[in-house]
């Protein structure tokens, strides 16, 4: 089904058109078809434009989205496609100064959000809906001038930010010509199409959910979007929902294997199960393949300065068939067409065990804040070896995207082996510990901190700061976090220290600091 498509707009209303009287969307006791989605996001994208745009017929050219799990949120997006602005989404969970800096960071000219979320520091011109608006634009008919949308292939379809070494959110924008090739391919692979009933787990201020709309979307599935309470017990979701595509972070089998829920053949209905956002054990893939044996598993890798996804590993029917790695964890894979890749060892030369490196079309432009790309991208050299250019940050299509992950190549396929620098993923939240530092350091009294990962009880990552501070006000430290992150990025335990440890170089030493923390705590 490879057709080129300007937009992701219409590559979305081209599929509504193929599928129209299937059911596209259930949320929140909502039910839409394809025709109804389709006509409930014209509808509003010609009330956008007849109230908020400019003297050039043009909307605000980044509309924000603080809505998650509700009609709206599905209806809102597509609308503002439809009229050519980028989406930004933004998550009512997150702490008010977070979303405010976000907001400030991507110059929104509009937000619409649902009729009760933490609005709270937003200063942006609002839109709200109520589910029975949304639900009444689905029977309208959008206005027969309605103009085409005018998003070129070259222009940001959305924008998601991710976590800061700074201690400000990054802005990834990503183009219409990399999220539509990305869908295009991908949609593809896991026989999604009508009947299929596809999970949404992901906010949709994270990456993944990318993948949720608009591949289930394309191929005329059915999106299935679970309230955060269903997420809570999600082999149940999975059978009272009928759910046969699954896409989630691996975190939610080991959730679900601590419940005592997920049981040899307790999810007859899967038939294929995808995840990614951080490691999969082969320990948990064998206890989801047992809990749902009509379904494949695929381990699936990607940043999302890659649009989602990128690489991908699919396990073998037979576990007996099912491959070893040196940390235990599934292959993620080998990359997509749409992905060129170099491994490169410390001196930028092309190793089997290295740094992972992309471009392609489905790599991101750069930054919203040209100077997040500082140290991030490399050029090949005539000498075949990749190295930065001093003092040009302004990446080229010839560029490569250093991810910071640590890959080794086995039997052509790569295993992820971890990071190369201080970013971690907790629960599939990718968090730059330099973030939370930062914040912590702007706090009075600290005068240094350092985060790091912890293995928990439970075997997950948690994590961990310690202060060296003039006081030992930790609860006052936790509320100055809480006030701008989000409840994933708060370590379990600020501890306060007379002095870090410190390696020959004079830089902090971590794994003698984990030692210590571990040596406090007993």
Request: charge should be negative.
């Amino acid at each position: 089904m490879s057709v080129h498509h300007r937009n992701l707009y219409g590559q979305f209303a081209s599929a509504a058109s193929r599928h129209d009287g299937h059911t596209a969307l259930e949320v929140g006791g909502h039910k839409l078809t394809y025709r109804q989605l389709l006509g409930a996001a014209d509808a509003l994208a010609a009330r956008l434009i007849s109230s908020h745009a400019g003297a050039d017929g043009r909307v605000p050219r980044r509309i924000g989205l603080l809505s998650n799990r509700s009609i709206g949120s599905y209806v809102g997006y597509l609308a503002v496609l439809r009229t050519g602005a980028t989406v930004v989404p933004l998550n009512p969970d997150y702490p008010p100064g977070r979303n405010a800096a976000i907001a400030e960071a991507a110059d929104l000219g509009l937000l619409i959000t649902d009729p009760h979320p933490a609005t709270g520091e937003l200063t942006v011109p609002k839109l709200t809906l109520s589910p029975e608006e949304v639900a009444g634009l689905a029977a309208e008919a959008a206005p027969a001038d309605l103009p085409e949308c005018p998003a070129a292939p070259d222009d940001v379809a959305y924008i998601v930010f991710t976590s800061g070494s700074t201690g400000t959110p990054k802005g990834v924008p990503v183009l219409h010509r990399s999220v539509t090739a990305y869908v295009d391919y991908v949609s593809g692979l896991y026989d999604v199409g009508p009947g299929s009933r596809c999970s949404q787990t992901f906010d949709l201020s994270f990456d993944g959910s990318v993948y949720d709309l608009f591949v289930t979307w394309y191929r005329g599935g059915t999106l299935v979007v679970p309230q955060r309470s269903q997420l809570l017990s999600p082999v149940s979701f999975v059978n009272s929902a009928r759910i046969t595509h699954w896409w989630s972070v691996p975190s939610l089998v080991s959730f679900a294997d601590r419940l005592g829920t997920l049981k040899p053949g307790s999810m007859p209905t899967l038939r294929r199960s995808l995840f990614g956002g951080e490691p999969l054990s082969l320990t948990s893939a064998r206890l989801w393949r047992a809990a749902a044996p009509n379904s494949t598993i695929d381990n699936l890798y990607g940043p999302t300065e890659l649009t989602c996804t990128c690489v991908g590993y699919r396990l073998p029917d037979d576990t007996a068939d099912w491959p070893e790695s040196p940390n235990g964890t599934v292959p993620i894979g080998s990359c997509y067409p749409t992905v060129d890749h170099l491994v490169l060892d410390e001196d930028g030369e092309p190793a089997e065990d290295g740094e992972l490196c992309l471009r392609g079309v489905q790599r991101f432009p750069g930054y919203l804040d040209p100077a997040d790309n500082a140290g991030r991208f490399l050029w090949t050299g005539d000498d075949g070896t990749a190295r930065p250019r001093p003092g040009d940050s302004a990446p080229t299509d010839e560029s490569w995207y250093r991810t910071g992950d640590r890959v080794v190549r086995i039997d052509g396929q790569l295993v992820h082996l971890g990071r190369t620098d201080h970013q971690v993923h907790i629960r599939g939240y990718r968090i730059e510990l330099g973030e939370i530092e930062a914040l912590l350091r702007r706090h009075p009294g600290v005068r240094d901190a350092i985060v790091i990962a912890v293995t928990g009880r439970n075997g997950e990552q948690d994590l961990e700061a310690a202060v060296t501070a003039s006081h030992d006000d930790t609860e006052s430290m936790y509320r100055t976090l809480s006030a701008r992150l989000p409840s994933y990025m708060l370590p379990r335990r600020i501890t306060t220290l007379e002095q870090l440890p410190l390696n020959p170089n004079g830089k902090v030493d971590r794994k003698a600091l984990a030692t210590a923390l571990e040596e406090h705590r007993s």
